[in-house]
Structures are given as C-alpha cells and as structure tokens.
Nanobody
Framework: QVELVESGGGLVQSGDSLRLSCEASGFTLNYFSVNWFRQAPGKEREKVSCISGDDGSAYYADSVKGRFTISRDNGGNTVYLQMNSLEPEDTAVYYC???????????????????WGKGTLVTVSS
C-alpha cells in the first residue's frame, strides 16, 4: 500500500521544539519533492517547506524561515521537519505531500500533489 504517514505532532509551549516525520510506505521519497503544508482553523492551507527531488534544495515560507529545517533520512523513506522556537501562530494540522513526478522541484502547487498524508496536529500554547 502506497501512503504517507505524518507523526510527531503534539502540544508544546511557545519556544519549544518539535520534529515532524513524514514516512513513506510502498515507495521511496528519494527522487521526489516532499512538501509540508499546514492549515490552521479558519485559515487557508499554507505551504511551509519543501525539499526538492532534483538537487535537494529547500524552500521555506517566510513565516518559518530560520526556525524550521527540512531534511531527508539516508534510507530515503522519511522526511523530517525540525521546528524550533515554536510560536502560537504555528498551531495547525501539518500535512506532507508529494508528487509522482521524478526529480520534481519545489515549484509545484498544491493541486499538483499526488499523495497526501492524513496530517498531524501541532498545538503551541503561549
């Protein structure tokens, strides 16, 4: 079964850190861009970060730049999102998503994602 599963969310205080994981089963993430999106209640979905499938470059939204870091594990089945200095504004459900396009870049919009996980909830209290 081909799927993405997010984990690592939870309830933390402002200033704390969390590491989210996006684990693929049934396929490898190595050659595909992997994207992290988030959606807070009443807000639109936001692209938070991406690691490209071509050159491994990373994209970060301005709102998380300098605080979040995206990375791949050596085995190629998991992508991480290290989140430091968390703020209440980071509270959201975080989703990972990927495309079926080999060597995909981070320029692909949400409509171009072929596979989504079910999400993991991050709650940051002040």
């Amino acid at each position: 079964q081909v799927e993405l599963v997010e984990s690592g969310g939870g309830l933390v205080q402002s200033g704390d850190s969390l590491r989210l994981s996006c684990e693929a089963s049934g396929f490898t993430l190595n050659y595909f861009s992997v994207n992290w999106f988030r959606q807070a209640p009443g807000k639109e979905r936001e692209k938070v970060s991406c690691i490209s499938g071509d050159d491994g470059s990373a994209y970060y939204a301005d709102s998380v730049k300098g605080r979040f870091t995206i990375s791949r594990d050596n085995g190629g089945n998991t992508v991480y999102l290290q989140m430091n200095s968390l703020e209440p504004e980071d509270t959201a459900v975080y989703y990972c998503a990927t495309t079926d396009m080999w060597y995909s870049s981070c320029d692909i919009p949400p409509i171009g994602m072929d596979r989504w996980g079910k999400g993991t909830l991050v709650t940051v209290s002040s």
